[in-house]
């Protein structure tokens, strides 16, 4: 694939899992890629070097996307080294099912953050590099953002992605900037296995109502946001693509 060839990419929560198989596959397709990071500088690291081994071109930015000075740092970085921005992947994200009564203000603070003030700051300084031609936002969303049980915080965060993605979609068009979202349905990745899903009744559950019959893996979710990023969705914006092999 080339269809990407001379763009600039900058991937948030990138070192592991879906972020990291995205950064992957935008490199592949021939984008230049930031991998940016919060903890996981290894992770990072291993994932710049997996895609310099395939030839591409790649570097890793350290940067906390709820905090404003980071994401000033990680695109002025992208800049200093690859000249420019024309995509912009808001990966990065947190999630933790959990009972009413075992919400804290804690957890409501730490996923509005990340899921939701992470994705505000990271596209209010990526619009400050597009170039003259626009760009492409995507926000990562979930099937959970319509809500689900046992999971209101999560699937509020999401639900305001998802607000976040319609109302950009339409401030930003005039500059030739278009913002989608991909809501992935259950996806395996260190996360899921971490936390117990992957393996367990619930995943048991979701396969069972899934028309095409399995979890998703990152690469399903990669080859989405290449399209996304690519000009073959030029005529797309404000668009919630749901990726779940059917799972609703």
Avoid: C
């Avoid at 600039?8 to 995205?22: F, L, N, P, Q, R």
């Avoid at 990065?92 to 994705?119: P, S």
């Amino acid at each position: 694939m080339s269809e990407l060839n001379g763009k600039v990419a900058v991937v948030t929560g990138a070192s592991k899992g879906i972020g990291a198989a995205i950064a992957k596959a935008l490199s592949a397709a021939g984008a230049a890629v930031v991998v940016n990071y919060s903890a996981s500088k290894e992770d990072a690291d291993r994932v710049v070097a997996d895609i310099k081994a395939k030839g591409g071109k790649a570097i890793a930015v350290k940067g906390d996307v709820a905090k404003a000075d980071d994401m000033g740092r990680l695109f002025e970085e992208t800049k200093k080294t690859f000249g420019g921005l024309d995509i912009l992947v808001n990966n990065a994200g947190i999630y933790r099912f959990a009972r009413l009564e075992e919400i804290t203000e804690d957890e409501f603070h730490q996923h509005f953050n990340i899921n939701v003030l992470g994705t505000i700051l990271a596209t209010r300084e990526a619009v400050k590099y597009f170039g003259p031609n626009g760009g492409s936002v995507i926000n990562m969303s979930s099937i959970a953002s319509a809500g689900v049980p046992e999971a209101a915080v999560y699937s509020g965060s999401k639900g305001a992605v998802d607000a976040i993605t319609r109302g950009l979609a339409e401030e930003l068009g005039p500059r030739k900037i278009r913002v989608n979202a991909i809501a992935p349905g259950g996806v395996e990745t260190e996360g899921t296995h971490s936390g117990g899903i992957v393996g367990s009744d619930f995943e048991k559950a979701m396969i069972a109502r899934t028309p095409l019959g399995r979890f998703g893996q990152p690469d399903d979710i990669a080859r989405i946001a290449v399209f996304l990023a690519s000009e073959d969705s030029a005529w797309l914006t404000g668009e919630r693509l749901a990726a779940s092999g059917g799972y609703r």
